[in-house]
């Protein structure tokens, strides 16, 4: 097992084609698009204005005073953030649905309840979440304390605090940040065609035959085909990390674990598409260029590999790159684990079922004349 694998490292890195295509030019996609396209694209989301319709359903005065007060100090402090009151909730919902407002809120219930009616913008919709959810806390503290000992807030002096505040993610993203992480994706679906070639090579160069009548267990030459690749796509993760680091000065997460884990996501789902392509290019008479290729670009082109500019809802959200990307985001940036641990689960499960279909195709497969 260890010679095949030796054997087809130094083939990989031998062959100028592949190290173009499957290290520099990505390497060169990321430096172009990064900086060429960094006026026209933005790396991070603006939120921008957020427009609230609210209904006061209390009969408390407090109640409805502590709302509008909170109301009131919010807008104070951020333009961006604009309330009108409503007597027609469902109306307010109804426009939330179509996004003709951000959010429709019912204040209701003693203690206070608040009820979010959200839209569809999800980067607003946890904006929204985010200024109420304090508030409520906040008046929830105050009805215990003032039901359990009411004398406790005689005295209270309320500072003046900031109700939103920008969270600082420790790093400035840029365009480069962006591609750094698509280009990364895009290497890990472009495999597929190394591991559809990994078969059909044996095809073209009439070696084939000796593999099929080869003393050893098909199976078991079938998979060590498969692990003689994992080097080739290490290095290639690792080199394209390295030079968007070291050169482009690109940042990926915030600390060493979760980059392992970064890493981690893009080998298992580059392993997948390596054991998939093997599988295909057991029974793949055509060219292998002229049919996954297209199906390739397309997906990247709609998956915003190229563009985050790029988003057709309902079709954009369907693509499995854009899910792999958005897994990646979410972990370089938040340090949330919770998608880049589903990509690995579901990646590893196609892994397996290709790798079954593949040894079991493999095993058929008859002597080529």
């Given at each position: 097992?260890?010679?095949?694998?030796?054997?087809?490292?130094?083939?990989?890195?031998?062959?100028?084609?592949?190290?173009?295509?499957?290290?520099?030019?990505?390497?060169?996609?990321?430096?172009?698009?990064?900086?060429?396209?960094?006026?026209?694209?933005?790396?991070?989301?603006?939120?921008?204005?957020?427009?609230?319709?609210?209904?006061?359903?209390?009969?408390?005065?407090?109640?409805?005073?502590?709302?509008?007060?909170?109301?009131?100090?919010?807008?104070?402090?951020?333009?961006?953030?604009?309330?009108?009151?409503?007597?027609?909730?469902?109306?307010?919902?109804?426009?939330?649905?179509?996004?003709?407002?951000?959010?429709?809120?019912?204040?209701?219930?003693d203690p206070m309840e608040i009820q979010i009616y959200e839209?569809?913008?999800?980067?607003?919709?946890?904006?929204?979440?985010?200024?109420?959810?304090?508030?409520?806390?906040?008046?929830?503290?105050?009805?215990?304390?003032?039901?359990?000992?009411?004398?406790?807030?005689?005295?209270?002096?309320?500072?003046?605090?900031?109700?939103?505040?920008?969270?600082?993610?420790?790093?400035?993203?840029?365009?480069?940040?962006?591609?750094?992480?698509?280009?990364?994706?895009?290497?890990?679906?472009?495999?597929?065609?190394?591991?559809?070639?990994?078969?059909?090579?044996?095809?073209?160069?009439?070696?084939?035959?000796r593999l099929i009548i080869a003393p050893q267990n098909r199976?078991?030459?079938?998979?060590?085909?498969?692990?003689?690749?994992?080097?080739?796509?290490?290095?290639?993760?690792?080199?394209?990390?390295?030079?968007?680091?070291?050169?482009?000065?690109?940042?990926?997460?915030?600390?060493?674990?979760?980059?392992?884990?970064?890493?981690?996501?893009?080998?298992?789902?580059?392993?997948?598409?390596?054991?998939?392509?093997?599988?295909?290019?057991?029974?793949?008479?055509?060219?292998?260029?002229?049919?996954?290729?297209?199906?390739?670009?397309?997906?990247?082109?709609?998956?915003?590999?190229?563009?985050?500019?790029?988003?057709?809802?309902?079709?954009?959200?369907?693509?499995?790159?854009?899910?792999?990307?958005?897994?990646?985001?979410?972990?370089?940036?938040?340090?949330?684990?919770?998608?880049?641990?589903?990509?690995?689960?579901?990646?590893?499960?196609?892994?397996?079922?290709?790798?079954?279909?593949?040894?079991?195709?493999?095993?058929?497969?008859?002597e080529e004349r």
């Amino acid at each position: 097992m260890f010679s095949v694998i030796v054997k087809d490292t130094r083939e990989f890195l031998r062959d100028r084609v592949n190290l173009f295509f499957y290290i520099l030019f990505p390497v060169m996609l990321i430096f172009l698009l990064g900086n060429l396209l960094a006026n026209m694209d933005k790396a991070e989301d603006a939120i921008g204005t957020i427009r609230i319709q609210y209904q006061r359903d209390t009969t408390d005065p407090y109640q409805q005073q502590a709302v509008m007060n909170f109301i009131g100090k919010v807008k104070e402090e951020n333009g961006m953030l604009q309330f009108e009151e409503t007597s027609d909730i469902k109306a307010a919902r109804q426009l939330a649905g179509e996004d003709e407002i951000t959010a429709a809120v019912l204040f209701t219930g003693d203690p206070m309840e608040i009820q979010i009616y959200e839209g569809t913008n999800q980067l607003k919709n946890k904006a929204v979440s985010a200024i109420f959810s304090s508030f409520i806390q906040s008046d929830k503290a105050y009805e215990a304390v003032f039901e359990s000992n009411p004398q406790a807030l005689s005295g209270l002096v309320l500072t003046q605090g900031e109700y939103v505040e920008q969270k600082d993610l420790g790093i400035h993203r840029t365009m480069m940040d962006y591609y750094a992480v698509t280009m990364l994706a895009m290497v890990c679906f472009m495999i597929i065609l190394v591991g559809t070639g990994a078969f059909m090579g044996e095809r073209q160069s009439k070696t084939i035959n000796r593999l099929i009548i080869a003393p050893q267990n098909r199976v078991f030459l079938f998979l060590q085909k498969i692990l003689g690749m994992l080097p080739q796509v290490a290095i290639q993760i690792v080199v394209i990390m390295f030079i968007c680091v070291v050169i482009f000065k690109a940042h990926y997460a915030a600390n060493t674990s979760d980059n392992l884990w970064l890493f981690l996501m893009f080998l298992c789902v580059t392993l997948c598409m390596v054991a998939l392509g093997s599988a295909i290019g057991i029974v793949l008479k055509a060219n292998p260029m002229a049919v996954i290729m297209p199906v390739l670009w397309i997906m990247m082109f709609f998956g915003g590999t190229y563009s985050r500019e790029m988003h057709v809802k309902g079709l954009t959200e369907a693509m499995p790159i854009y899910q792999i990307q958005q897994a990646a985001y979410d972990l370089v940036i938040f340090g949330h684990h919770e998608k880049a641990n589903y990509v690995i689960v579901i990646s590893l499960l196609i892994m397996l079922a290709a790798l079954i279909t593949g040894a079991f195709l493999f095993s058929r497969k008859q002597e080529e004349r």
